[in-house]
């Protein structure tokens, strides 16, 4: 330290922002995180702290928040609100007052759509008021233990109990809420190994999570189970049961329509067939960056968190089964 104090005032702050970069470094890498995608996580959580809290009314009792991490959907019915995500914690007092205002109904329950961050973070504050917690089996498996993901540069997990899923299903699961019949499905690991879709009737809207991401590249999260086949797989699903007028909730972005997951559906196949050539070509995955498969697809979707060379090398990743599970 009497070295510091003989230097410059700028030259000491220089050294100490030297010294954190090096032992921040030095903890990421101890951490086990990865190269490019370290910053999608970052990223994310900076535009989900900073950007403005819209709602949209679907009808029927039904509303849209977005803006505070993952899409949040509330159903009304004649003395409560049952909520499909919760957000951003560091945003969910701001969510939750929202909700109350638009609703006017408590929020009795609550389902996750998968265990990220920005999709349960309001889980503890929602848990702790006694919301019933609801999601696919995987989802309380992941939320109970640390998880690592160093894809995009995420380590989250290790809930407290209050947060944590009460009531799960495995493979499908029916509630109701007032008029509207929703009905959770799962089709298998995707986006997560813990994905739920919620089909409403008659309102005639799904919410499908991050399966979809509108107008920007999607997480496939490798490291939870999640594989570009299994995505498509969902997608397809997902097709087959909705009509031109089904309003589809996606895990971010503005409420599509069934025309706007059709288009998502086949870049996603067009970008997984032409990173399959590469690798039958015997590309490594630097040399498929380089070769831009995504470069026609970039100005409409590479716009978000998920940079062009992230997402090539996740499909790639998934592909050639590094870090993926199987099905
Ligand atoms: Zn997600």
Not at 45 to 72: A, H, M, R
Not at 182 to 207: E, R
């Amino acid at each position: 330290m009497n070295v510091l104090r003989k230097m410059r005032p700028s030259l000491v702050l220089l050294h100490m922002l030297v010294l954190a970069v090096v032992i921040s470094g030095a903890a990421l890498r101890a951490a086990g995180q990865a190269g490019t995608g370290e910053t999608v996580s970052r990223k994310a959580t900076e535009q989900f702290e900073n950007s403005p809290l819209k709602i949209t009314s679907l009808g029927e009792g039904l509303y849209v928040f977005s803006g505070d991490g993952g899409d949040v959907t509330a159903i009304v019915d004649n003395g409560s609100t049952l909520l499909i995500d919760s957000g951003l914690a560091s945003r969910v007092t701001e969510l939750s007052d929202a909700i109350f205002k638009a609703t006017m109904r408590p929020v009795t329950r609550l389902v996750n759509t998968h265990w990220h961050f920005d999709h349960t973070g309001g889980n503890v504050f929602f848990g702790s008021a006694g919301v019933t917690i609801i999601a696919q089996e995987n989802v309380k498996k992941r939320l109970s233990s640390v998880q690592d993901v160093p894809f995009i540069g995420l380590r989250d997990g290790h809930y407290p109990p209050q947060a944590l899923p009460t009531l799960t299903y495995s493979s499908s699961m029916t509630l109701t809420q007032g008029s509207q019949q929703l009905t959770l499905a799962n089709y298998g690991s995707a986006h997560t190994d813990g994905d739920t879709v919620t089909y409403i009737s008659p309102a005639n809207v799904v919410v499908v999570g991050d399966i979809f991401s509108n107008h920007f590249y999607p997480i496939i999260d490798l490291a939870s189970g999640g594989s570009i086949d299994g995505m498509i797989q969902s997608l397809d699903r997902v097709l087959a049961q909705t009509d031109a007028q089904t309003k589809i909730v996606p895990g971010h972005g503005p409420v599509a329509t069934r025309a706007d997951l059709q288009e998502y559906r086949d870049m996603l196949a067009q970008v997984r067939q032409r990173i399959k050539v590469l690798i039958t070509s015997g590309k490594t995955i630097d040399e498929a960056v380089a070769a831009a498969p995504t470069k026609d697809f970039d100005a409409k979707w590479g716009g978000g968190y998920v940079p062009a060379d992230v997402f090539t090398k996740m499909v790639f990743s998934s592909l050639t089964n590094a870090g993926s599970a199987s099905r």
